[in-house]
């Protein structure tokens, strides 16, 4: 069983910067691929980003690609999105999510992931 708590939303300006964390409990976090999402009001979760265990892969989505960074301290069973040139676009409750399969064969769909943590807010002021 894998218990994941994020932490580090708020509120920011547009052009700030925010860094996501993601703390799983479980020593086989350090092989699961883990994945953001976000959900803002009246929509579709939305995937955000991904981080195999081996290699690692990583995965943007398109509207995130070079503002947003994952990564990930195996040490730590953390996992970062560090968030750069914030939009109030951006403005959403943030997911992590943990996916038992360390390959991530569908890394943006929700139901790859098996594990979800309670969300985080982050809101971006115009």
């Known amino acids: 069983q894998v218990q994941l708590v994020e932490s580090g939303g708020g509120l920011v300006q547009t052009g700030g910067s925010l860094r996501l964390s993601c703390a799983a409990s479980?020593?086989?976090?350090?092989?699961?691929?883990m994945g953001w999402f976000r959900q803002a009001p009246g929509k579709e979760r939305e995937f955000v980003a991904a981080?195999?265990?081996?290699?690692?892969?990583?995965y943007y989505g398109d509207s995130v690609r070079s503002r947003f960074t994952i990564s990930r301290d195996s040490a730590k069973n953390t996992v970062y999105l560090q968030m750069n040139s914030l939009k109030p676009e951006d403005t959403a409750v943030y997911y992590c999510?943990?996916?038992?399969?360390?390959?991530?064969?569908?890394?943006?769909?929700?139901?790859?992931?098996?594990?979800w943590g309670q969300g985080t807010q982050v809101t971006v002021s115009s």
């Open positions: 981080i195999t265990w081996s290699g690692p892969r990583i």
């Open positions: 479980g020593r086989a976090f350090r092989s699961y691929g």
């Open positions: 999510a943990a996916d038992r399969g360390q390959y991530l064969a569908h890394y943006d769909r929700p139901g790859e992931y098996d594990y």
